[in-house]
């Protein structure tokens, strides 16, 4: 199993960039699809965006497509969540997490999760 540490968190004006990182220890982390959730104050953990692992694949929530970009180095055990035009509505914790799972829907990442980061703050000013 591998373990996830988040980075790259922090305050930013509306339509300003950040750019997440997860950095995953372990020897399996190629074979788990990759995903980002965020979790707002008093609101659910939501899905935003996932990576697969068994060819070059994304998943993203319509609240974000065309704003954010995951990505993933496997020679780095690396992922990247770059967060372009951000608005205050982006606004929460976002966490890494990893999942045994060819499909990446959702639905699909969510049954296979294993492992979550402990998060990484995003606050966005308006």
């Known amino acids: 199993q591998v373990q996830l540490v988040e980075s790259g968190g922090g305050l930013v004006q509306a339509g300003g960039s950040l750019r997440l990182s997860c950095a995953a220890s372990?020897?399996?982390?190629?074979?788990?699809?990759m995903g980002w959730f965020r979790q707002a104050p008093g609101k659910e953990r939501e899905f935003v965006a996932a990576f697969g692992w068994t060819r070059i694949h994304t998943n993203y929530d319509d609240s974000v497509k065309g704003r954010f970009t995951i990505s993933r180095d496997n020679a780095k055990n690396m992922v990247y969540l770059q967060m372009n035009s951000l608005k205050p509505e982006d606004t929460a914790v976002y966490y890494c997490a990893a999942a045994r799972t060819v499909e990446i829907r959702e639905r699909d990442f969510r049954r296979g999760l294993e492992v979550w980061g402990q998060g990484t703050p995003v606050t966005v000013s308006s």
């Open positions: 372990g020897r399996t982390f190629s074979s788990y699809a």
